[in-house]
């Protein structure tokens, strides 16, 4: 009895130890990527200059989006809308503005023209013709999609009354004519609407009222394809195809879908001519624009460009019950830029763009600076560049810093949450013959060069969006004679009189 109960101790502890040995094993997998992360984070916090890291993350990003999109055929549009979204234009002091690199790769079309005026509606024309080809291969791309769901739809719908008209003939109990018509309707989730004949046909001669269902479930679904479709169009073009859904519903889907691509080549004729035709709405902004400002620097050719390409429109505003105006979209100069990014190539691009957003940081360290040492001291005092760029780079830098560890800790905790619940779930991996371990190992490789990823790609969406922090600090320093009232009366011959918002 001694030696089985030590044989069994032995066994026991033997389990045991393969079981914390096992949780050790997983609990390494975890516990070196989280050294990875606060080593990370213990050099953001120790390092004094962080401009070589986020260049490496800015040139890493660059070069992985400016790859991918040379491998796809509309990646070169996409490539700029997310640098429009990174570094967006800015104004800087002196009413000098940054373009964004959209604009940059344009401007240089207007640098030698004779006349500004014609050149400016010309880059807009082409702009306007090479965005309405992309809308027209969308165009293409949403009537597909509206024919193959609709077939699907009707397929899915004859199979479901296939099922119900057989199951009528095999049923042997009694049932209402409503509540036949209403399990119907349940099963095909269509509205339709059956006359007393038919309701009383469902029950006695079921095939015959077969076809006429079939017809009315069919022409429903048309109708709601038809109308999701013309919605679809108008909503991707801007502008109102002008098309009765009454009359298309009585034509074959064919036709009527002829007639729908007809209506959205039309309206974009019609938005061409509208902007750029023949004395077109741009032409007169550009000679407004022209006749207002002095455009005399690459700057202020920027700044022309990116207006041309913006209108104002009148809207109701809910919270203030007024009208206000609105500045929106009318064109897109991606599309354009994208055309003459393709004539070069992938590491030409790489440089022009890092060499712009270096451009960027470097008048941001500027107008920074400038802030900064005016703030600080007399606004009137002469500064030199020197001076101005270090007070910005010192400035910038700590944003960047706070930056950088609240992308790390935002992601760093989802990340956490989703590695957690994949170790819950990976015991499953036994039932089909593998080592929960070697595929928790494997996929947690995975996630974590995901989250690397992410962490990079929200620095660099942030980091030329970073706002200015009021400085708390300065404002409890100063003496309180020379923190102006803002909320105070102003006294005037000993009145009190109040301060009009």
């Not at 984070?41 to 401009?51: G, I, M, N, S, T």
């Not at 199979?159 to 095909?188: C, V």
């Not at 015959?208 to 999701?228: E, F, H």
């Not at 760093?412 to 499953?428: C, F, K, N, P």
Request: overall charge negative; glycine content about 4%; proline content about 3%.
């Amino acid at each position: 009895v001694s030696n089985v109960i030590e044989q069994s101790q032995h066994r026991v502890e033997g389990a045991n130890f393969d079981v914390r040995k096992h949780l050790l094993e997983y609990d390494d997998v975890l516990n070196n990527q989280r050294k990875q992360i606060y080593s990370q984070r213990d050099r953001v916090f120790a390092k004094e200059d962080l401009q070589e890291d986020i260049h490496e993350l800015l040139d890493a990003e660059v070069r992985s989006r400016v790859e991918t999109a040379f491998e796809d055929e509309d990646g070169g549009w996409r490539l700029l809308a997310w640098l429009e979204q990174v570094q967006p234009p800015f104004m800087l002091s002196g009413d000098k503005f940054f373009p964004n690199f959209t604009i940059r790769t344009l401007e240089p079309e207007l640098e030698d023209a004779t006349d500004l005026k014609a050149a400016v509606v010309d880059v807009a024309r082409r702009a306007i013709e090479a965005e309405q080809e992309h809308l027209e291969k969308a165009v293409e791309v949403i009537i597909e999609r509206a024919t193959e769901a609709l077939e699907k739809q009707i397929a899915e719908r004859e199979d479901i009354l296939d099922m119900f008209f057989q199951g009528l003939g095999d049923s042997e109990d009694a049932r209402k004519p409503q509540q036949i018509f209403e399990e119907l309707q349940s099963n095909l989730r269509v509205n339709m609407k059956l006359n007393n004949d038919q309701m009383r046909m469902l029950v006695s001669d079921p095939e015959k009222i077969s076809k006429d269902i079939r017809t009315s479930v069919k022409t429903q679904l048309t109708d709601t394809a038809l109308t999701r479709l013309i919605g679809s169009l108008e909503n991707r073009i801007g502008d109102s195809l002008g098309l009765s859904k009454d009359s298309l519903v009585r034509m074959e889907w064919d036709a009527a879908l002829d007639s729908v691509d007809e209506a959205a080549g039309s309206a974009l004729e019609r938005q061409r001519e509208r902007l750029v035709g023949s004395g077109g709405q741009i032409a007169r902004d550009v000679e407004a624009l022209v006749q207002r400002e002095k455009i005399i620097d690459e700057s202020s050719r920027a700044r022309l460009l990116l207006s041309v390409s913006q209108g104002v429109r009148a809207t109701f505003d809910p919270r203030t019950k007024r009208e206000v105006k609105q500045a929106y979209a009318r064109f897109s100069y991606a599309y354009l830029a994208a055309q003459i990014l393709k004539e070069q190539g992938a590491e030409e691009v790489i440089e022009s763009i890092l060499g712009h957003l270096e451009e960027a940081e470097d008048a941001l360290t500027l107008a920074w600076g400038g802030e900064e040492l005016s703030r600080l001291a007399n606004p009137l005092q002469a500064r030199d560049e020197a001076e101005i760029r270090e007070a910005g780079r010192r400035t910038l830098n700590e944003s960047q810093r706070r930056l950088l560890l609240s992308a790390i800790t935002e992601l760093w905790v989802d990340y956490l949450t989703r590695v957690e619940a994949l170790r819950v779930s990976i015991g499953l991996e036994a039932y089909a013959q593998r080592d929960p371990l070697v595929q928790y190992k494997s996929r947690a490789s995975e996630m974590f060069q995901e989250l690397l990823k992410d962490i990079r790609a929200t620095v660099i969406g942030r980091v030329f969006a970073i706002q200015r922090r009021p400085n708390v600090e300065a404002l409890e320093d100063a003496p309180v004679d020379s923190v102006a009232p803002t909320s105070a009366p102003q006294v005037e011959g000993g009145k009190k009189k109040r301060k009009r918002h």
